[in-house]
């Protein structure tokens, strides 16, 4: 729990006096008509009546730690009420992460369908503690809360490929999935711009691939270059101590390795997996560049690059494979995301060995290549018991038999997967990209767009346009993080919220309430200072948030995203 947390000079500021306020909404809250409380205080004792609930008690014990200064001794039996008695209990909903608390006179008891249903209930717990320390006890109201989420996938993405953030940074943000109640993180790991993972048969994609010397300053095509060697990469070692970390807080990390397109990075290494090995990296003329310009180099401006992997060579295949099976020795993930997106097929179309494959499989063109490339990866990756996501280019020439689709281009993508009957994760740019700028005048460069907080809160995952058997294939929604113009960690912060606190109630609950989430929100934003998290504050006079409490939605969009320039998804 460390990353997220939290200095001891915190300016503690005024709870809601006496009144609950979760986010995600829980599904049933009932309170007493006393305003009775439970004093959790130092004497206070976390009993595992339930086995292998030890991840559980750690994170609730770093956090009360941390915020409040108090740390409880662990049990398996105790006959006191001064307790927080954590167990199991058969719930049998559809999504697993289940559970039901009551906080009385008896103490608090938290019991979840799952190890997970009992982490998601002491979450709740945590938003239960006042955000003002009065003295040594924290006076948490009496309440009775029956809980379980609306989807199983949740999921939130980073983009480390552009801009590099160091693992405690990764942590924390893998903190932020945790505290609301989300259970995937899309760790964006390879780019154009940047390769941020060691792979240890091919050094050169993190003594070469993962530096630039240069990144253009301010808004694309840019005012100049900084000139400034820039990247860096995680090492194996660095990569197991993520997981671990996400998986003691029941998070997935689902690596993306970026393939056919967005791959100048690895290409600068092993300049092969082009098409036209000897021909220099091209950049856009209008962008300043910084440095030598000779033969293959790493991205230092933001787009899409023509210069991707070479669909026809084996080689190319033998380096991806070699690549995915240390990726694949990291991650534990049932889901290796490739991306599949913004491939331009203009080296394809005159590379001879392309159009070689092309004949030699029968294919009608090069839409049919990226459709041969996706599957044989599909394949690969089936063999080793896995399962491929890709950005919904992967549609192009026929989708992989067994691939799940990120619907990225609006919402059809995801419709059209659905039909086809696979599963799918909802993920428009006009609803979920929170590196679209929040107000519609943003202080500092952002790559476009316009996605305020109650666009996030309106957003419904499950198209209308699916058949009652096809919603079923509509597994969640992700909110996604590209880091463009995101170069450190306050800024990742201010994108974040409170957009991805709306979305945490889209993905969680199954009603939606936007006057109560106005409200419950202010007692959030609390909690953002106490975390001594940066967070946008203008988003919030912005966002309709009127001193009722009321927030105005938005009409729902069915159209696609428009394309915001240079977005480089």
Not at 240 to 246: R, T
Not at 271 to 296: I, M, R, V
Not at 330 to 347: M, R, V
Not at 536 to 561: D, I
Request: charged share 20%; glycine share 8%.
């Amino acid at each position: 729990m460390k990353p997220i947390l939290l200095s001891a000079a915190i300016l503690l500021v005024v709870s809601t006096h006496g009144q609950v306020s979760l986010i995600p909404q829980p599904v049933s809250v009932k309170q007493p008509k006393t305003a009775a409380k439970f004093s959790l205080s130092p004497s206070t004792v976390i009993v595992l009546e339930g086995s292998n609930l030890d991840n559980v008690a750690t994170f609730l014990n770093d956090y009360l730690d941390q915020v409040y200064h108090i740390k409880l001794n662990v049990a398996t039996t105790s006959h006191s009420n001064n307790a927080i008695h954590l167990n199991f209990e058969r719930m049998d909903k559809a999504v697993p992460g289940a559970y039901r608390m009551t906080v009385d006179n008896k103490g608090v008891y938290i019991a979840g369908d799952n190890e997970t249903g009992v982490f998601y209930g002491m979450q709740t717990l945590i938003q239960l503690l006042p955000v003002q320390i009065t003295n040594a006890k924290l006076q948490i109201p009496f309440v009775s809360i029956t809980d379980y989420p609306r989807f199983a996938y949740r999921g939130m993405h980073l983009d480390c490929g552009r801009h590099f953030f160091p693992v405690s940074f990764v942590k924390k943000y893998i903190d932020y999935i945790a505290l609301h109640k989300m259970n995937y993180f899309h760790w964006h790991l390879t780019e154009d711009q940047g390769w941020r993972i060691e792979i240890k048969k091919y050094p050169k994609l993190t003594e070469v691939s993962a530096w630039r010397n240069g990144t253009i300053i301010g808004r694309y095509p840019g005012t100049g270059n900084d000139g400034i060697h820039y990247g860096g990469f995680y090492t194996q070692d660095e990569i197991k101590d993520v997981v671990d970390y996400a998986a003691k807080r029941y998070i997935t990390v689902i690596p993306e390795i970026e393939m056919p397109g967005h791959s100048s990075a690895a290409i600068a290494a092993y300049p092969y997996l082009s098409c036209f090995p000897n021909e220099p990296t091209k950049h856009p003329p209008q962008c300043a560049w910084s440095g030598d310009s000779t033969g293959k180099q790493v991205q230092q401006t933001w787009g899409v690059f023509e210069d991707v992997f070479c669909a026809g060579k084996d080689s190319t295949f033998d380096f991806l494979e070699n690549v995915l099976d240390e990726v694949m020795a990291l991650f534990p993930s049932k889901y290796i995301h490739i991306g599949g997106d913004e491939c331009p097929k203009t080296h394809w179309q005159r590379c001879p060995y392309c159009q070689k494959r092309i004949n030699d499989e029968h294919l009608k063109d090069a839409h049919e290549l990226q459709s041969y490339f996706v599957q044989r990866i599909e394949k690969y990756l089936n063999s080793k018991g896995r399962t491929l996501i890709g950005w919904d280019e992967i549609l192009e020439g026929g989708l992989a038999p067994n691939a799940m689709v990120m619907s990225w281009r609006g919402e059809d993508g995801g419709i059209a997967a659905a039909h086809e009957k696979h599963n799918v994760i909802m993920t428009p740019g006009n609803w979920v990209y929170l590196n679209y700028s929040q107000t519609r005048n943003e202080d500092s460069v952002t790559i476009g767009g316009y996605l305020p907080l109650e666009k996030v809160y309106s957003y419904e995952p499950v198209p209308a346009a699916l058949s009652a058997d096809e919603k079923k294939y509509i597994l969640g929604a992700q909110g996604n993080l590209w880091t463009e113009y995101i170069g450190n960690e306050k800024i990742a912060e201010y994108m974040l919220f409170p957009r991805m606190t709306a979305l945490s109630e889209v993905l969680w609950s199954k009603k939606k309430d936007s006057a109560g989430f106005a409200k419950r929100l202010m007692t959030q934003v609390k909690r953002y200072q106490l975390w001594n998290t940066n967070y946008s504050k203008a988003s919030l006079n912005l966002a309709g948030l009127a001193p009722s409490g009321s927030m105005m939605l938005v009409k729902r969009e069915t159209s696609k995203v428009k394309t915001v320039p240079h977005a480089g998804r």
